[in-house]
C-alpha cells in the first residue's frame, strides 16, 4: 500500500471536510479515513483515469455544432463544481444566449428567493461551535445530509459555552441525538412559525399549543442560539419566516440561522450576474426569473432544446416531466467516468472532478471558501477547459 | 387596429414586451413587420413570426394564436388597447400605467405583476403571483383592476400595495401574502395560509376559509356598505358579483399579528 495522503477535502455535502486521509493501491483509492458515508461512496475506487482523454477533441466539436443549432440552449447541473467551471459556465451561457441554472435543491432555492426579500441572520459553522447553546433542525436530518456535522461543530462544545441544547421540529425525529422533539407536517411549518414569531413578539394569539410557548422562551432565554433548515423547509413563506423570526430573536439575544444544502453554487453567478440562478442571458443581458426561467419550467413547458449537463447530480431535482422531456433533446453530458446515470447523452465528456483528479475552490454550505487539493495527477481535462473550448467551437462555427 | 396572428405554434420563450400600442403608434405597417422579437435565444423580424395586418394609429393591437410561451404582453403600456385572442404567456401587463388588456383565455404567472394602472380582463384562469411583485421586489400592483372570470393561482396579490384584484373562481394559497393595501375578491374559496404576513388591505372571500392562520382574530359582523361599492365596480366590468352585497352578514378578521395586525379578512355568514 502506497503512503497515505493527509487533508484530502471532499465536496459531497456542504460542509466540504477537510481532514481526510486517503490510500491509493493499484491507482485507486482504496480506503478513506475520517470519511462519512457520502464522502466513502464519492472516493473509494476513484483513480487517475487518463483513458478517455483522447476522444475529447471530437465530442467538443460535437457538443459545439449541437449548441450553434440550439435555438434554446439550457445549461443545468454543476452541482459540487469549482469557481471555474462556474466561470466558464456563465460566460458559455452569456456567448450562447442560453439560461444558466445550477441546480440546487428545493430548500436551497427557496433559502435564496427569501433571503433577497428578506435578508438573512447568520453566521459561520465555527460560531455555532463556539457559541450555539441552543440549536434547532427545522425539517432536517443532519446524519443522513451532513453526516459529519455532529461530530465536527456540535459534539464538541467549543470555548464559550459549556451545554448545547438541540430541538428538532419536523415530520420524523432525527437520527441524532436530540433532547426535545415536536413532530410537525410540512403544511403546518407555516402556522407553527408564524404563531411562534406572534408569542415572541408577545402578542396574544388564539393558539394554545405547548410546544409553541415552551420553544418561544427557551429561544428567549438562549445566549445563542443556531437554526439549520433542511429539505423540508422548501417553501419561501415559510422560510422568510424563519428568516424573520430569527431577526426577531436577535432584540432579545443572538441568533442565527443557517441551510443544510450542498456546497454554494450560486455565489459565482451571483456576483457575476447580480442573479442567483435561473438566470436568462438571451436578451443580451442578465435576467432572472425563479419561475419562469427555472430548469423544470423551461423543460417542462418544452422552451428549452437542447442542456448542456455539468455533472449527473441534481437531476433528483427535476420533476417527472422535466425528466421525461429531457430524454428528448440533445445532452451534452460533462461528468465524472465513475458516475453512473439513467440518461442517454448525445455528447458525453469525461471531466476531471475537482479535489479528485484536480484542484480547485469551492464555498462551504456557510459561505467559507475552501481549497480542493487534487488527489491524483490526471490527466483529465477540467470541466472549465472542456467548457472553455466549446465556447471557442461555438465561435468558430460562427465566422 | 394592427393584427397579429402567430405563423407557427412554438414552445420556445417568445418576448413580446416591445410590442405595446404607445410604442407602435408612430410607425407604419411596413416598419412595424421589421420590429425585432426574440424567440428563444434568437432575434427576428416581427413578420417573420407573426402574420401582420394594418397598423397601430389607433392604438388598438389584437394577438391570435397560442401564445402561451409568450413573454411580457403589454409590458409598461401607457395608453390604447391589447386583445389576445387565445392564451397570453406569462407576464401579461408587466407595470403597466393605463390602458386595457382583454384575454379571451388564460394568462400564465405574474398577470399584472407591478402594474401601476389600467384595466386587465381575463376570460379563463390566471397562473399564480397575478397583481403581485417580481421577485426581489418589494412592492406587487400599486394601482389598477384585475378581473379573472376563472381560478387564480397561488400568491394572488403578493406585496401589492394598491388596487382591486377579482378572480370568480377559487384561488391558491398564500392569497394577499404581505399584501400592503388594497382589494382582493375571490367568488370561490381561498387555499392555505390566506393573509399570511399582510400589513393591510382587504380580502374578501366568497366561501368559508378551511384553516385561517392562528395569527388573525375574529373582530365583528357587519353590513359593510363598501362591499355595494366594490360589487358595482366589478358589475360594470362583466364580473358576476352574485353573493357579494352588503345586505349579506360578513364576519371580519383582523390580522396578521405578525406583522402590523392591520389587514383584513371578509368572509360571508353562513
Not at chain 1, 37 to 61: F, P, R, Y
Request: glycine share 10%; proline share 4%; hydrophobic share 40%.
Amino acid at each position: 500500500m502506497s503512503e497515505p495522503i493527509n487533508n484530502v477535502a471532499c465536496a459531497a455535502c456542504g460542509l466540504v471536510c477537510e481532514n481526510i486521509t486517503v490510500r491509493i493501491e493499484k491507482g485507486k483509492i482504496v480506503a478513506a479515513e475520517n470519511a462519512c458515508s457520502l464522502c466513502t461512496k464519492k472516493l473509494i475506487g476513484q483513480s487517475a483515469d487518463n483513458s478517455s482523454s483522447a476522444t475529447v477533441g471530437n465530442a467538443i466539436e460535437r457538443a459545439a455544432d449541437i449548441l450553434t443549432k440550439s435555438k434554446s440552449p439550457l445549461i443545468y447541473g454543476l452541482v459540487g463544481s469549482d469557481i471555474a467551471t462556474q466561470r466558464a459556465a456563465i460566460a458559455l451561457a452569456d456567448h450562447l444566449g442560453a439560461t444558466i441554472d445550477p441546480a440546487l435543491p428545493p430548500h436551497h432555492r427557496a433559502a435564496i428567493e427569501a433571503f433577497q426579500s428578506v435578508g438573512i441572520s447568520t453566521c459561520t459553522l465555527g460560531e455555532v461551535k463556539h457559541r450555539a447553546d441552543l440549536v434547532v433542525f427545522w425539517g432536517c436530518d443532519p446524519d443522513n445530509s451532513h453526516p459529519e456535522l455532529y461530530k465536527r461543530f456540535l459534539e464538541p462544545l467549543g470555548e464559550y459555552i459549556t451545554k448545547r441544547r438541540i430541538f428538532a421540529i419536523g415530520t420524523q425525529r432525527p437520527t441524532g441525538c436530540i433532547d426535545e422533539f415536536i413532530q410537525l407536517t410540512s403544511e403546518d411549518q407555516h402556522t407553527f412559525i408564524s404563531s411562534l414569531r406572534a408569542i415572541v413578539a408577545s402578542r396574544e394569539i388564539d393558539s394554545t399549543d405547548k410546544h409553541i410557548q415552551s420553544l418561544a422562551e427557551q429561544l428567549k432565554a438562549a445566549s445563542y442560539s443556531a437554526m439549520f433548515f433542511g429539505k423540508e423547509m422548501n417553501g419561501v413563506p415559510e422560510l422568510e419566516a424563519l428568516f424573520q423570526l430569527v431577526r426577531q430573536l436577535n432584540a432579545y439575544t443572538r441568533s442565527v440561522v443557517m441551510g443544510l444544502g450542498g456546497t454554494q453554487i450560486e455565489n459565482v453567478l451571483t456576483w457575476q450576474t447580480g442573479y442567483p440562478f435561473a438566470a436568462n442571458f438571451a436578451l443580451g443581458y442578465p435576467r432572472y426569473c425563479p419561475h419562469t426561467f427555472s430548469a423544470n419550467h423551461l423543460l417542462e413547458h418544452e422552451q428549452a432544446d437542447a442542456v448542456v449537463l455539468i455533472g449527473s447530480e441534481g437531476l433528483e431535482y427535476l420533476s417527472a416531466s422535466a425528466k421525461k422531456q429531457l430524454e428528448k433533446m440533445p445532452i451534452i453530458l460533462l461528468d465524472d467516468v465513475s458516475q453512473e446515470y439513467d440518461l442517454k447523452p448525445t455528447v458525453s465528456i469525461p471531466t476531471a472532478v475537482a479535489g479528485i483528479h484536480c484542484s480547485g475552490t469551492v464555498f462551504r454550505m456557510d459561505g467559507v471558501p475552501l481549497r480542493l487539493p487534487a488527489i491524483f495527477d490526471s490527466e483529465l481535462p477540467t470541466a472549465a477547459d472542456v467548457l472553455s473550448a466549446i465556447q471557442q467551437g461555438v465561435l468558430a462555427s460562427c465566422v | 387596429m394592427l393584427s397579429l396572428t402567430l405563423k407557427t405554434r412554438t414552445t420556445l420563450p417568445l418576448e413580446l414586451s416591445e410590442l405595446r400600442p404607445d410604442k407602435l403608434r408612430e410607425l407604419s405597417h411596413s416598419e412595424i413587420e421589421k420590429i425585432f422579437v426574440v424567440r428563444g435565444r434568437e432575434k427576428l423580424p416581427l413578420a417573420e413570426v407573426f402574420t401582420v395586418k394594418g397598423d397601430c394609429w389607433d392604438e388598438q393591437i389584437e394577438f391570435s394564436g397560442d401564445l402561451s410561451s409568450g413573454r411580457g404582453i403589454g409590458t409598461g403600456m401607457t395608453n390604447g388597447r391589447i386583445r389576445v385572442a387565445g392564451h397570453a404567456g406569462n407576464y401579461v401587463g408587466l407595470g403597466m400605467f393605463a390602458g386595457e388588456i382583454e384575454i379571451t383565455s388564460n394568462a400564465g404567472q405574474y398577470l399584472g405583476a407591478e402594474m401601476r394602472g389600467g384595466l386587465i380582463r381575463v376570460a379563463g384562469s390566471a397562473g399564480d403571483y397575478a397583481g403581485g411583485a417580481q421577485p426581489g421586489s418589494t412592492r406587487g400592483m400599486t394601482g389598477g383592476t384585475i378581473v379573472v372570470k376563472g381560478d387564480a393561482g397561488n400568491f394572488v396579490g403578493t406585496r401589492m400595495r394598491r388596487g382591486l384584484i377579482a378572480a370568480r373562481g377559487n384561488v391558491g394559497s398564500y392569497a394577499g401574502y404581505k399584501m400592503l393595501a388594497g382589494t382582493i375578491v375571490v367568488g370561490g374559496s381561498c387555499g392555505a395560509h390566506v393573509g399570511a404576513s399582510m400589513n393591510r388591505g382587504t380580502l374578501w372571500i366568497g366561501q368559508a376559509i378551511k384553516n385561517l392562520l392562528p395569527t388573525f382574530s375574529y373582530a365583528c359582523t357587519s353590513r359593510p356598505a363598501v362591499l355595494g361599492m366594490i360589487a358595482r365596480e366589478l358589475s360594470s366590468l362583466g364580473f358576476d358579483t352574485a353573493g357579494f352585497d352588503a345586505l349579506h352578514e360578513w364576519r371580519q378578521y383582523s390580522g396578521d399579528l405578525t406583522a402590523t395586525g392591520r389587514g383584513e379578512i371578509f368572509v360571508p355568514m353562513t
